[in-house]
Each structure stands twice: as structure tokens, then as C-alpha cells.
């Protein structure tokens, strides 16, 4: 069984910073992109970044580019979002995303952890 658990959501002023992690089980990093997505009250879901797992390369949303740094550690199965200087429209539900590299897709979705900014 499949399981992805975002944690490390909270309340912070505008300015500040935290880290999200997502913690997999049930299935191998390496044969997936992860990514992160948000979802703001009334707004449709959006791609925040994503990590390619075995070569590491991160892409970012113009939106959160220079402030969100994606990571990886593969011996902890577990993806990072850490966010520097958090805006108010930063201000959403924070989804962790696995998409599988193969033939066969396969898409899977951790239950969110909030993350409120602010003013």
C-alpha cells in the first residue's frame, strides 16, 4: 500500500520559513518525480516544484523560484520543501506527488498539510 505523509505545515508571519517533508512508503523514490502542489481556498490546485529522484534536479513554479529549495534524502525515502521568506499568497494546502518514471503511470497524493502566512 501506497502512502505519502506531508508534515511540517503551521502558521508563520510573512518573512518567514519552514519545511515541509513528505515521507514515503509502499513504493521506490527512484522510479518516480515528486513533486510538491498547492491549493489555495477557491483557487485550482498548482505545481510548486518538482525533483527528478535520481539525478536530483529540482524544477520551481516562477512563483516560489529563489524562496523554495526542493530536496531529497533517499535513504529516508522522504522529499523536503523549504520555504524562505513566505508571502501571504504563499497561503495554501501543500499536497506531496509522486508520478511514476515507467511504462505504466501511475499518480499518488499525500492528504495535505496546511500552511498559513501572515501579513
Known amino acids: 500500500q501506497v502512502q505519502l505523509v506531508e508534515s511540517g505545515g503551521g502558521l508563520v508571519q510573512a518573512g518567514g520559513s519552514l519545511r515541509l517533508s513528505c515521507a514515503g512508503s509502499?513504493?521506490?523514490?527512484?522510479?518516480?518525480?515528486m513533486k510538491w502542489f498547492r491549493q489555495a481556498p477557491g483557487k485550482e490546485r498548482e505545481f510548486v516544484a518538482h525533483?527528478?529522484?535520481?539525478?536530483?534536479?529540482?524544477s520551481y513554479a516562477d512563483s516560489v523560484k529563489g524562496r523554495f529549495t526542493i530536496s531529497k534524502d533517499n535513504a529516508k525515502n522522504t522529499m523536503y520543501l523549504q520555504m524562505n521568506s513566505l508571502k501571504p499568497e504563499d497561503t495554501a494546502v501543500y499536497y506531496c506527488?509522486?508520478?511514476?518514471?515507467?511504462?505504466?503511470?501511475?499518480?499518488?497524493w499525500g492528504q495535505g498539510t496546511q500552511v498559513t502566512v501572515s501579513s
Open positions: 525533483i527528478t529522484w535520481t539525478s536530483g534536479t529540482p
Open positions: 509502499g513504493l521506490t523514490f527512484s522510479s518516480y518525480t
Open positions: 506527488n509522486a508520478e511514476s518514471n515507467g511504462a505504466v503511470w501511475q499518480n499518488y
